[in-house]
Every structure is written in C-alpha cells, then in structure tokens.
C-alpha cells in the first residue's frame, strides 16, 4: 500500500512548465511561469517520448485489454451484489448521543422504571362506531401483542382510563391507540417483524376496526425504498443530453454503462460495511445519487479528452491511456477532494452524519476506479467506432482546442461567449452576484428541524396514524416529551415538596397542550410526566417547549434540592439532535472550506485563486440553500414535488448538503482552472488564457452539469421528504454552481485578477508539494495524418 501510494505521488508531481512568452512582465513578488520555469523550450511534447507514468500506462494495458478488464469488473459487480445478499446488514435509524441530556434521561428510566424506560409504538385503532369493549378483539389483540419477543408491554385503551386531552381513547369512543414498549429500537427489528404484529392485530382488522402503525413500527411499515425509477429516468435525461452535447450513441452510452457498473459494486461494498456498523437507511440512496453524479461525470472528462486525441491522430490504446494520463489526474484530484470533504463529515462528532459521509465516499472511490480502469477498457472496446453511430456531427473538446490562448478565436458560440466576458467582466461578474443574492435570500429564514410523519404521503400507515392521533388528541399527541426528575439524592422527607413544586412549575407553560401530574416510579426515586405540545413534532414551538423545559422550568423547579432533570423520549433526542448539529455547522464549514482551499492552493498554487474558489463556492451553496427553504419550508411548488404541506430543514441536510456539493463543485473548479493555467503557463496572457479555457471547457462543463442536475433531480420522485430535499438541494446547487458561477463568476473574477490571481509568495511556492492536474506535458506527439482513419474495431485498440 504504501509503495502504491508513493508511486501515485510521483505520477502526480508538477513537471516543468514550459515559460510564457519572453515579452511578459513579471510583478515584483510574483511567482510566474518564467520565474518558476526554466525557459521556453520547444514546442510542448515534440520530440519527447510517450509518458510512462502509472495512469497513462494502466490505461493503455486496459484499452489492450478490454475484453478481460470488463470480464473483472462485472465479476466483481455481480460478485458483491450476491455477497451482499447473503451476507449484508440492513439500514437502520437506530443510533444514540450519548454526551445528550435526552439519553441520560433514558438512561434513568432504563434503570429506575424498565417499562416506562423502553422504546414506545403506538397502534392506531379508529372505528365509525365506538369500539368494541374490552373482552372483544381489541383485548384479545393486547394479549397478543405482549406475548411478542422483546416487548415489555402493552396497554389496553380501553382499560387504562380515559383523559379527554391525551387519550388513549377518545371522548367518542371511535379512536385510540395501544401503547407498546420494546426493549429494543422496533425499528431495528427487520420488517420480518411485521409478520408477528399483523397476526396479533388480526382479531381487530376483522372486526372491521381501521389498525395503523406509529412511531417506529410505522417506520418499519414504511415501503423499502425504490431507486430504479429515479436511476431510470436520471439515465434517459443523461442519455439525452449527452446526444445532443456530443452527438455520438456509443461515446454517450459509454459514461452511463461505466457509473451504473461502478455504483453496482460500490452499493454492494456498502451493505457488507453495514452488516458491520449501522448505517442510515439514506445511505443507498445517498451513495447512488453521489456515485451516478460524480461516475458520469469522469467518465465523461475521460472520452471527451480520449475521442479529441483520435481526432488529432493518436491510436485508440494510446489516445485511451493519454486520456487517464491527462485527465485522469483531475479525476484523481476531483475524487480526493471529493471525500476530503466528505470526511469533514465526521467533524460534526455524530456517527450517524459521518457515516452517511461515508457511503458515499464508497461510490465515489468506485466511480474513480472505474474512470481510470473500466472507461478505457470501453474506449478501447469501441477503438475507432466510438463516433459510428451519431446523431450529428460528434464533437469532442472544441475546433480550437489546439490554437491555445492567443489563437483565434472567432466562430463557435462557445468563442463567442468568451470573448463577451473578456470585453465585459465586470457586467458578468455582477450579474451572477445578484442572481446568487437573490436566490440566497430565503436562507435568513432558515428553521432547522425533524421532518415528522404528518409529511408522508397518505399511502403510509404511520402518516395515516399521524392523522388520525391529530384528529383525536391533537398534534402534540404525536410527539409526547417525557419529563424525568431524579430525586435519588433527595432526602425522603422533601420529597413530598419536591414533588408539589414540580407540579406547579409544569402547571402553566406556554405551548404545553397539556402535563400530566409527575408519578413516582415504583422504586420511589424517580418523578415521571408527560407533556404534550399544542403543535405537531416538527413544529418549532414543540422545540421552544422541550428547550424551556429543560433550561428554564425544570431546574427552576428543583433548585436547591440536589434534584436532577431530564426531558426524553423520541422528541426530545431528536430536539437534541438539532442541537448538536446546529452547534456544530459552523465548524464542519470552516474545515470543509480550508480543506478545499488547500487542494486548490496546492493545485494550481495561486493564493487568490484559491480564495475565490472558497468564496464563490459559499455563495453558491449559500444559493442552493435558500432554494430549499423556499420550496420545503415556504411551500413555493412543494405540493408539485408531493410535499404535504410546509416543513423545517431537516437538521442534517445543510451539513450534508455542503460537504457532498463542495467536493462535487470542485470538479468543474478543477476541470476549467487546469485549462486556465495550461494557457496561461504557455503564452503569459492570463486575460487571453481565461476566454480559451472557457471556450473550450464550456459545452463539457455545461453537459455535466445537466447530466448530474437531471441525476440528482430524478431522486425528488421518492416518496421520502429527506430525499427530496437531498434531491433538489443537490440539483439546485450543481445548476447553480456550473452556470451562475462557473461560466460567469469564475472567469469574470480571473479576467479582473489578470496576473494577479496566480500570485503566491516565493515561500509558499517552496513549501507547498508540486501537483499537475491535468499532466499536459506528458502528451508524446500526434502521428501525422492524411485523415480520418478508417474505423477498427476491438483489436484497433492494440494497434
């Protein structure tokens, strides 16, 4: 491992520029090309032989090998789909804070009060009719239920007594809810569980009672997740664009077929993972957003490099190998970052967010395998056929590619566009800082929160309790908070006092539907209440009352007693939740965004290019964000998107959303900066450098965007709200990033800079470790050609 490390290192270290032109002036302190550089020697390439290094070689041997390297790879893919079947864990949101008030609460419950201290489900019954009295079906079901394997409980409705405000039955009679409690997380229990609750209930169903699950057995209820539909349609929309972008069937078909077989294997790596670690029930569909989004894309930064080389000449082995050379050190860097940033996931100290971090850091690693391996075993399948079936007239990278910077440019939209920008920078630099500006503004609005199951669609048991719960007790019902006050450390003769006070502080606080008397625990040593909310489980006043209850009420109430307060149940670990998330935001941003502007520092090794890559990409988040609180949390076309209604930000979803869309923008960041510097390394024009990179980096930056927008996009079709938000945040975000800022912030902002932006100080220069993210110099010369080689097949590859 570490002699493959070292190699890879080597690969990837910066060889010698050739200087700009003689003429270019040099600023006092600068570090530029000429002063850098050893002089300008002859042409780039003439003379020199072909690279050796390990990408260009391995995908050289693949090309020449492609019937085997495809041979491997759907062994392995098939290989570990079937070892995950046999083998692989379940998905599960099952996971604990232990460092939270709401678990130490848990804690006392489990020890002082085991049937209050389990986990709780609710059953949902609702009748036309009162229903039937405790000898019937409903008592027969109860009896059932408690005889199941890890249940500690279960409370019949009809013989537990009746409150009028909380239930469990209601002042008609019509609906109720049996309470069970579990030793375990129910949610963790497989849906093989299921089998046993559905027979207990029977007896009911038949007697014609409406039976719904809540709280985790609902979760547990809910249809496993399907992606097919989602991965179906994100396929044809990038089938599409990469037709009409590029024009040829097979060079379209090929990026597609390379991520769907990468993400198959990585898919199949993480459910092994999981039967060792609990993973998010988010995590597949998380992992295959990000691994079709990002295997898409370097597949297609690989064939549009490889099909311009057999535009100008190159065989198809060494046009492929060229190809993973060249461009495959930006797939290298591009993916590093990527999981660079997705590892600053796990800044946030909470296993659940890190993890999610991390199965998608899987696909990624599998998408950059199969960009360096298994895209040019494709390539070297078709050999000179990639561009036989076309719709059009194929293009690759652009017709004036090869003039370089100070080349004309005339002709092509692409070219003309560019040199717009560089006659107008500053009306392209402050048209995309109004367009962010105005889609950032909802983002002052932002309210953080958990997504409770009134937002499910009405297919879904456990929306269909929450409904009926609301229209019996009231939202609150939903989402009951466990007040716990241990008095273990209380004398006995206080604690009749303290009991007294306790109850007159939870008297009147505000929006409290309703607390119930605190009850001694059997033991004597605990208090135990129950407070309801006036509104549903997301809502922000149920966290403003968790929050006052155990900042303000409780420990007012036993002061001075030696007492000690909890409020816990599901509610409130998930109030703490969003806490510790919210808290820590702030820290996972700065490491996120110093990390990101190391590698760009590193890369390209000018210090302002590498704050306006950290500055821009915040804005452009900053962007995306606020088009998710406009459309979840305002409810602008969040019915279209099948939304019920308005919600909170999921807590997490910022976090993720930020490291997932900083590693990914770095793509683009990379793809254009490289062209950049390539020109400007060559003639010293940095104004003239920004409108040729942009030129001819534009239509493949443009369709990759498209491409991974339509991927992230489809996912807005699942019935999960989180994936939804995921979904669209993450589309939003590419959108915004490869058109507002890539093709109008990014290239306004280096024309304005000019020289200035490659400055670093002679220091840096020395310390920082030489990269080449596109290892241009290593192109060996293009045979010369009459024409277009008539077209091989396979065994072309090897000639």
């Known amino acids: 491992m570490v002699e493959v490390i070292a190699r890879l290192a080597r690969e990837l270290r910066w060889q010698p520029w050739p200087g700009p032109a003689a003429t270019s002036t040099v600023r006092e302190g600068m570090v530029p090309p000429s002063a850098q550089r050893p002089a300008a020697r002859s042409p780039r390439g003439a003379g020199r032989r072909p690279s050796r290094g390990v990408l260009y070689r391995t995908g050289a041997w693949c090309a020449r090998h492609c019937v085997t390297v495809l041979a491997v790879w759907l062994a392995v893919a098939v290989g570990v789909q079937v070892l995950d079947r046999a083998f692989g864990g379940d998905y599960s949101d099952d996971f604990t804070l232990p460092s939270t008030q709401s678990y130490a609460g848990f804690q006392v419950l489990q020890e002082h009060e085991p049937s209050a201290g389990g986990y709780s489900a609710q059953i949902v019954l609702h009748d036309d009719e009162p229903l039937p009295d405790t000898g019937g079906p409903v008592g027969t079901a109860v009896t059932r239920l408690e005889k199941l394997p890890h249940v500690l409980g279960a409370r019949n409705p009809l013989t537990a007594g009746q409150d009028t405000a909380v239930g469990p039955l209601s002042p008609d009679g019509k609906t109720a809810y049996i309470t069970m409690r579990f030793d375990?997380?129910?949610?963790?229990?497989?849906?093989?569980?299921?089998?046993?609750?559905?027979?207990?209930?029977?007896?009911?169903?038949?007697?014609?009672?409406?039976?719904?699950?809540?709280?985790?057995?609902?979760?547990?209820?809910?249809?496993?997740?399907?992606?097919?539909?989602?991965?179906?349609?994100?396929?044809?929309?990038?089938?599409?664009?990469?037709?009409?972008?590029?024009?040829?069937?097979?060079?379209?078909?090929?990026?597609?077929?390379?991520?769907?077989?990468?993400?198959?294997?990585?898919?199949?790596?993480?459910?092994?993972?999981?039967?060792?670690?609990?993973?998010?029930?988010?995590?597949?569909?998380?992992?295959?957003?990000?691994?079709?989004?990002?295997?898409?894309?370097?597949?297609?930064?690989?064939?549009?490099?490889?099909?311009?080389?057999?535009?100008?000449?190159?065989?198809?082995?060494?046009?492929?190998?060229?190809?993973?050379?060249?461009?495959?050190?930006?797939?290298?860097?591009?993916?590093?970052?990527?999981?660079?940033?997705?590892?600053?996931?796990?800044?946030?100290?909470?296993?659940?967010?890190?993890?999610?971090?991390?199965?998608?850091?899987?696909?990624?690693?599998?998408?950059?395998?199969?960009?360096?391996?298994?895209?040019?075993?494709?390539?070297?399948?078709?050999g000179r056929s990639v561009d036989r079936f076309h719709v059009r007239r194929p293009?690759?990278?652009?017709?004036?590619?090869?003039?370089?910077?100070?080349?004309?440019?005339?002709?092509?939209?692409?070219?003309?566009?560019?040199?717009?920008?560089?006659?107008?920078?500053?009306?392209?630099?402050?048209?995309?800082?109004?367009?962010?500006?105005?889609?950032?503004?909802?983002?002052?609005?932002?309210?953080?929160?958990?997504?409770?199951?009134?937002?499910?669609?009405?297919?879904?048991?456990?929306?269909?309790?929450?409904?009926?719960?609301?229209?019996?007790?009231?939202?609150?019902?939903?989402?009951?908070?466990?007040?716990?006050?241990?008095?273990?450390?209380?004398?006995?003769?206080?604690?009749?006092?303290?009991?007294?006070?306790?109850?007159?502080?939870?008297?009147?606080?505000?929006?409290?539907?309703?607390?119930?008397?605190?009850?001694?625990?059997?033991?004597?040593?605990?208090?135990?209440?129950?407070?309801?909310?006036d509104a549903a489980p997301q809502d922000e006043r149920t966290t403003d009352l968790a929050n006052r209850l155990v900042d303000e009420v409780l420990p007012q109430a036993v002061s001075g007693t030696g007492a000690r307060t909890y409020v816990t149940g599901t509610t409130a670990a998930q109030v703490d939740f969003l806490e510790?998330?919210?808290?820590?935001?702030?820290?996972?941003?700065?490491?996120?965004?110093?990390?990101?502007?190391?590698?760009?520092?590193?890369?390209?090794?000018?210090?302002?290019?590498?704050?306006?890559?950290?500055?821009?990409?915040?804005?452009?988040?900053?962007?995306?964000?606020?088009?998710?609180?406009?459309?979840?949390?305002?409810?602008?076309?969040?019915?279209?998107?099948?939304?019920?209604?308005?919600v909170p930000i999921e807590s997490y979803v910022p976090m993720m959303m930020f490291a997932i869309v900083f590693g990914l923008s770095m793509d683009y960041e990379i793809f254009l900066l490289s062209r950049v510097r390539e020109a400007w390394l060559r003639t010293g024009d940095a104004q003239a450098s920004v409108a040729h990179a942009l030129s001819i980096t534009g239509r493949v930056i443009t369709c990759a965007a498209l491409i991974m927008t339509t991927v992230f996009a489809a996912f807005i079709l699942t019935d999960t709200i989180v994936v939804k938000m995921l979904g669209l945040g993450l589309a939003v975000s590419v959108l915004i990033d490869a058109t507002v800022v890539r093709l109008l912030l990014v290239p306004a902002a280096l024309t304005l800079l000019g020289r200035a932006a490659w400055w670093a100080p002679r220091w840096l220069d020395r310390v920082l470790p030489h990269l080449d993210p596109e290892g241009a110099e290593d192109e060996p010369p293009a045979a010369p050609m009459a024409g277009r080689a008539a077209p091989g097949g396979p065994g072309a590859a090897g000639r």
């Not at 190391?598 to 306006?612: C, N, P, Q, S």
């Not at 452009?620 to 279209?640: E, L, P, R």
């Open 184 to 382: 375990v997380q129910p949610s963790t229990l497989g849906s093989s569980y299921l089998d046993g609750v559905d027979s207990a209930v029977q007896p009911m169903r038949a007697a014609g009672v409406q039976v719904e699950y809540g709280g985790p057995l609902g979760d547990l209820a809910r249809p496993q997740a399907d992606d097919r539909r989602s991965e179906a349609i994100g396929f044809g929309a990038a089938l599409i664009v990469l037709l009409l972008g590029f024009g040829s069937l097979l060079a379209a078909l090929m990026p597609l077929v390379a991520a769907l077989i990468a993400v198959a294997c990585g898919l199949g790596l993480l459910g092994l993972l999981a039967a060792a670690s609990t993973f998010a029930t988010v995590s597949p569909t998380l992992a295959t957003m990000i691994g079709l989004g990002v295997g898409i894309d370097y597949a297609l930064f690989l064939i549009t490099r490889h099909r311009q080389l057999l535009m100008d000449g190159r065989g198809p082995a060494v046009a492929a190998g060229l190809a993973a050379g060249n461009s495959g050190r930006a797939v290298v860097v591009s993916g590093c970052t990527v999981i660079i940033a997705l590892s600053g996931l796990w800044v946030s100290g909470v296993s659940f967010i890190g993890k999610l971090g991390l199965a998608a850091a899987v696909t990624v690693i599998t998408a950059v395998l199969g960009a360096l391996t298994l895209v040019p075993a494709l390539l070297g399948l078709a």
């Open 395 to 533: 293009v690759a990278e652009a017709e004036a590619a090869g003039g370089g910077a100070g080349a004309d440019v005339s002709g092509g939209a692409w070219q003309r566009y560019a040199q717009t920008m560089e006659r107008r920078p500053w009306w392209f630099l402050g048209s995309g800082a109004v367009v962010l500006a105005v889609l950032a503004i909802p983002l002052f609005s932002i309210q953080l929160g958990h997504i409770d199951d009134g937002a499910d669609p009405t297919s879904f048991t456990d929306r269909r309790a929450f409904d009926l719960m609301s229209s019996a007790f009231g939202p609150g019902s939903n989402g009951p908070l466990t007040v716990v006050i241990d008095q273990t450390d209380v004398p006995s003769a206080d604690r009749a006092s303290l009991g007294s006070d306790v109850q007159d502080a939870l008297a009147d606080v505000p929006d409290a539907a309703l607390i119930t008397p605190p009850q001694p625990s059997g033991d004597g040593d605990v208090l135990i209440a129950t407070a309801y909310s």
């Open 580 to 646: 510790t998330v919210s808290s820590r935001l702030p820290l996972i941003i700065a490491v996120v965004v110093c990390l990101a502007f190391l590698v760009i520092l590193t890369v390209f090794r000018g210090v302002l290019v590498a704050v306006k890559a950290a500055v821009l990409n915040v804005l452009s988040i900053a962007a995306a964000y606020g088009v998710v609180v406009a459309v979840f949390q305002w409810g602008w076309g969040g019915q279209a998107l099948g939304v019920g209604g308005t």
